[in-house]
């Protein structure tokens, strides 16, 4: 139904910057949200960012003011900028949308990870 795929993950040092990608394909309903969540070793998968169709987002409370959350609706794609980068914030990056029938109804979608590794 849908397929979500992730790129731009990678090793980068503290206080660097990586630029995650997430492509959407199939059937996408015209309300939706796109987000990212991440998972670290031995912890539960928490929410980073959401962003609405029209723009509204949302962010943990860790990565405000260090990541950007944006989409691209032409082309079904959701990016996260990630600056200042500490070691904290390494993990498994999962792409998720949300097809949504009415505000609290909703089909969730995944998408495959990309690793994060932040490390000298």
């Known amino acids: 139904q849908v397929q979500l795929v992730e790129s731009g993950g990678g090793l980068v040092q503290p206080g660097g910057s990586l630029r995650l990608s997430c492509a959407a394909s199939g059937i996408i309903f015209s309300f939706n949200v796109m987000g990212w969540y991440r998972q670290a070793p031995g912890k539960q998968r928490e929410l980073v960012a959401t962003?609405?169709?029209?723009?509204?987002?949302n962010y943990v409370d860790s990565v405000k003011g260090r990541f950007t959350i944006s989409r691209d609706n032409a082309k079904n794609t959701v990016y996260l900028q990630m600056n200042s980068l500490k070691p904290e914030d390494t993990a498994v990056y999962y792409c998720n949308l949300e097809n949504h029938y009415t505000s609290i109804s909703y089909s969730t979608y995944w998408g495959q990870g990309t690793q994060v590794t932040v490390s000298s």
């Open positions: 962003i609405t169709r029209d723009g509204s987002t």
